[in-house]
């Protein structure tokens, strides 16, 4: 590679004729008179319609104002114009992709993941060398969902640039998203080692100290603690990625901590009405719920029944247990959670819960007991473990390590209580993005 990039060619012949008027343009926007550098570029389009560089101009003063007026149809505009840029005769090359990188990056921030797609496949079908390209349409692919078309397009990458750190943490990433955890190591590690651009994310640290955790290896506190250095956790033990800076954050709470006492009251009060609700919508021959979909499970049967997630109540699950829903309507601190869930979780024998951090700090979560076995239920939460009892309620802040072992003799029940975290605002809750 060389050492100094090249400065970009974007005028093309014709261009240079108009450089003058260009500069004078292109003046207004860096100075950020946005509304002005738009006009003058307008103008320069309507006398110079087949000017590659006016128009990828006027591109750029439409990018700009979008972001200075919010306004999505500004940004739209922006998008549609560096194609046009990109599809003029005579384009330089250095403009063509210019363009199409940015209008490939704005249609991401718009959401048009489709169409961002489409603008990198074009761009690396023009610059097959271009490895920059291909890694961005990695991207592209997993934004979409598309684990399999990013791993194909790294596989290609790391064939030919197999020290490419920023290919080698989306690889390990993708890896280990599918369950194969100690092929996920090394890519996921040799790709931080690299420092690359864009490889510095709380993600990668995330899952690399978690598949170290889930082989036994205990650098993975190394790994942690680099990513707390690094501004991606609140610290090792909390290693939430979806945070609001400054809460009270420690493992274990009690009711009068929450503020939420009336709530634990009404939990521990009614419990076996809970419970046996509970036990009326489980399925009697397998003593299950729905399976866990998270992949949390080391081993074992853990099934759950959610009433409301993200604030909002899951389908009809409320038909089936009707009393336990009526008790918890008034206390919009769990019903609004829109960070979490209410739900009861059963857990059969021969279950381990790796340890894992939830995704945020802005909850914290209660666990009424409901049928606890005298022995060998217990929950890890950094490093105190905790039983449950039946008709008490445990709290603990789940962005926190915690870890859950089943070996009793039969299931464990309880009911799953999220509620916002105390020093949230109203107005927090209300505008929070929902999880
Ligand atoms: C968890 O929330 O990770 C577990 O504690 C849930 C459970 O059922 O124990
Ligand atoms: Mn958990």
Redesign the pocket.
Known sequence: MSAKKKKPKLLNKFDKTIKGEIDVAEKLRKKGKLEEALRAFEALVQQHPQSPRARYGKAQAEDALADKLRSNDMLQRSINTYREASELPDVTSDLLRAALKRRAERQQFLGRMRGSLATLEKLVQIFPEDIGLKNELGVAHLLLGDNKGAKKVYDEVLAVAPSNGFAKVHYGFILKSDNKIAESIPYLKEGLESGEPGTDDGRFYFHLGDALQRIGDSSAYQWYELGHKRGHFASVWQRSLYNVDGLKAQPWWTPKETGYTDLVKTLERNWKTIRDEALAVMDQNTGLFIPEEENLREKGE?GQYTLWQQGKKAGTACQGVPKTCSLLEKYSEATGCKRGQIKF?V?HPGTH?WPHTGPTNCRL?MHLGLVVPKQGCR?RCTDQTREWEEGKVLIFD?SFE?E?WQDAERYRL?F?VDVWHPELTAYQRQTLSPI
């Open positions: 853990w979780s857990m819960v979560r929950i789940d915690h859950v309880i799953i």
